[in-house]
């Protein structure tokens, strides 16, 4: 059972989507505006939010980064009408888990919320890196990752892909990696690998420690450690 809370102003296809989500025995609180739902969130536990974009008082992609700062460990899902790539891109790169587009099969829709249910749920069993203080900075502007001293030069592409795990509490799905390195080219995954290699070989060579990199088959890339931004 997943406590969800569905955020959408269209209050008849939030009413059938609750109820189809109820009939697999998940919790379901249903919030028509962003006031609603940042009043909700402080009064009902919640696993995932379900959010569209399109929201009368606050714009969904307003939304997202403040969920991230304020709720790191609730899962986010966008649902929502925009399907352009570029509103894919950057709904994933301020935080949401997943990007889902109208219409969908209320099925899909819940394999996806069960399946970040399961992600959310798992690091609780282990200790945060984040815990520990941090060795490693990343400096954006300068495009320079820092340890103990030891700086290495990085090129724009291994600056921003490792931007953009310190910027996830979860791990980041493959495919939002191939989208933001050129996603309609079909070497693009290749490619990925690629620069994950160059990294881990950089990091060893010029800061002689391994990268705390890691890859989830099946979820994407995650810090194994805590980075300091710059």
């Given at each position: 059972?997943?406590?969800?809370?569905?955020?959408?102003?269209?209050?008849?296809?939030?009413?059938?989507?609750?109820?189809?989500?109820?009939?697999?025995d998940?919790?379901?609180?249903?919030?028509t505006?962003?006031?609603?739902?940042?009043?909700?969130?402080?009064?009902?536990?919640?696993?995932?939010?379900?959010?569209?974009?399109?929201?009368?008082?606050?714009?969904g992609?307003?939304v997202?980064?403040?969920?991230?700062?304020?709720?790191?460990?609730?899962?986010?899902?966008?649902?929502?009408?925009?399907?352009?790539?570029?509103?894919r891109?950057?709904?994933?790169?301020?935080?949401a888990?997943?990007?889902l587009?109208?219409?969908?099969k209320?099925?899909?829709?819940?394999?996806?919320?069960?399946?970040?249910?399961?992600?959310?749920?798992?690091?609780?069993?282990?200790?945060?890196?984040?815990?520990?203080p941090?060795?490693?900075?990343?400096?954006?502007?300068?495009?320079?990752?820092?340890?103990?001293?030891?700086?290495?030069?990085?090129?724009?592409?291994?600056?921003?892909?490792?931007?953009?795990?310190?910027?996830?509490?979860?791990?980041?799905p493959?495919q939002?990696?191939?989208?933001?390195?050129?996603?309609?080219?079909?070497?693009?995954?290749?490619?990925?690998?690629?620069?994950?290699?160059?990294?881990?070989?950089?990091?060893?060579?010029?800061l002689?420690?391994?990268?705390?990199?890691?890859?989830?088959?099946?979820?994407?890339?995650?810090?194994?450690?805590?980075?300091?931004i710059?």
């Open positions: 059972m997943t406590q969800i809370l569905i955020v959408e102003d269209n209050g008849d296809y939030a009413g059938d989507m609750a109820e189809f989500l109820r009939e697999l998940h919790e379901v609180a249903i919030a505006s962003a006031s609603e739902m940042w009043a909700a969130l402080t009064r009902t536990p919640t696993a995932v939010v379900v959010l569209d974009l399109g929201l009368p008082d606050e714009d992609f307003n997202i980064p403040r969920m991230r700062q304020l709720y790191p460990g609730i899962g986010l899902l966008v649902l929502t009408g925009r399907a352009a790539f570029d509103n891109i950057l709904g994933l790169r301020l935080g888990d997943h990007y587009t109208k219409p969908i209320f099925s899909e829709l819940a394999a996806h919320i069960e399946a970040l249910d399961r992600r959310v749920r798992a690091p609780e069993a282990a200790p945060s890196a984040a815990a520990a941090s060795k490693w900075t990343l400096k954006v502007s300068a495009r320079q990752l820092e340890l103990s001293g030891a700086v290495i030069d990085l090129t724009e592409k291994e600056c921003n892909f490792l931007h953009l795990l310190t910027i996830n509490t979860r791990p980041v493959r939002v990696i191939v989208a933001g390195m050129g996603g309609e080219d079909p070497d693009a995954s290749r490619r990925v690998d690629m620069l994950v290699y160059r990294l881990r070989k950089k990091a060893r060579t010029g002689g420690q391994d990268l705390p990199l890691r890859s989830a088959y099946g979820e994407g890339y995650s810090l194994s450690a805590g980075f300091n710059l």
